[in-house]
């Protein structure tokens, strides 16, 4: 049998080697290694194409949290709403169920003053939680935390490793900790209020379920637009459930919460379980809980895709954070976790 490597086991082996790499609390330097086009695998499986289309011939196959190096990207003619196809080695995956990510280094903060916290996103792929009890000391919990996700932070311990990591605040699971130099403490000026001067009557926010196009405007004028993922008409598993679909009809942001833990709070469900913890720059409109938010686990706006929520990237659900109200100012994002008040109006309609 020959010992020679493909140049895709080569890339396999190396994304693992990468990846090891990457997520080392030690930080080791990777050189000229450019991440500025890597995509993580945010499902099962995503297969390769011979040609940027799904009927084309598959010639392979990335698993769930794979890393994959991205050489360029092309507009085909399918699917109309998401066309994006990047090459990859071997052909093309269609970007539906990938996400791009980066690995970004963090200098652990000195100290979080007692009574306040700190929001931070994750800045590598993924990043492993671990929680700690006198009984069993470190345990490694699931799900993993993703890149882009929005974590409370209020302490900083020795973790496993010995090296500094932050004691993660969760609403649903209590607390957990991470590596702080997977943990990016979100700076102010990221987070300050949009055009706050303005009234609540001067900004409205619209959501056509039709083209899955969300419109901001102020006074009447249009001042931001982006596609969308609404809710999947028929996903619920049983009559019982709360319905997948997307409400209609004329609503007001009720509470926006910058971290939210989406699922039951099953710290050791496995990868396909509905467990979503940092859920980014959430605005709920609903009683029972529909909100705008940012998406770590798809990029394929344009498609219903949710539970019933408006699913939106990550930078765009941060704007809508920023400029819809009820209000809120980074002063009291250091210790308050909600601002809940009758906030932005919101159309829904097709």
Not at 105 to 124: A, C, H, M, Q, T
Request: aromatic fraction near 14%.
């Amino acid at each position: 049998m020959s010992s020679k490597l493909t140049r895709r086991d080569f890339l396999k082996f190396g994304g693992l080697s990468m990846a090891s790499l990457a997520f080392s609390p030690l930080a080791p330097s990777l050189g000229g290694f450019d991440d500025s086009d890597i995509v993580r695998v945010a499902t099962a499986s995503v297969s390769v194409y011979r040609e940027p289309s799904d009927k084309s011939v598959i010639t392979g196959t990335w698993y769930r949290d794979d890393l994959v190096h991205v050489y360029g990207q092309v507009t085909a003619e399918e699917p109309t709403y998401n066309p994006v196809w990047y090459r990859v080695w071997g052909g093309y995956m269609h970007r539906a169920r990938l996400q791009r990510v980066k690995i970004l280094y963090n200098i652990p903060l000195d100290l979080i003053p007692e009574g306040e916290r700190r929001l931070v996103d994750v800045s590598v792929p993924f990043t492993q939680p671990y929680r700690y009890t006198k009984t069993y000391g470190w345990q490694v919990l699931n799900p993993r935390l993703y890149y882009g996700s929005v974590h409370w932070v209020d302490q900083i311990v020795d973790g496993p490793d010995g090296t500094p990591y932050y004691r993660i605040f969760d609403e649903l699971t209590g607390m957990y900790y991470a590596p702080a130099i997977h943990l990016r403490p979100i700076p102010h000026e990221e987070i300050t209020p949009i055009s706050p001067e303005l009234s609540w009557e001067d900004k409205h926010i619209e959501v056509n379920l039709t083209t899955q196009v969300l419109t901001a405007y102020e006074k009447g004028s249009t001042v931001f637009q982006t596609n969308i993922s609404s809710g999947l008409p028929n996903a619920r598993r049983n009559p019982k459930e709360i319905s997948t679909k997307t409400p209609e009809g004329k609503f007001n942001v009720q509470e926006k919460m910058p971290s939210k833990h989406m699922g039951n709070g099953n710290l050791l469900a496995d990868a396909d379980g509905y467990e979503l913890p940092g859920v980014p720059w959430t605005c709920f409109f609903t009683d029972v809980g529909h909100a705008f938010h940012g998406t770590y686990w798809h990029e394929n706006f344009g498609s219903p895709m949710s539970h019933g929520c408006i699913n939106m990237r990550t930078e765009e659900a941060r704007w809508i954070f920023r400029w819809a109200l009820p209000p809120h100012s980074t002063q009291e994002l250091n210790t308050e976790y909600y601002f809940r008040g009758y906030g932005t109006s919101v159309e829904i309609h097709y």
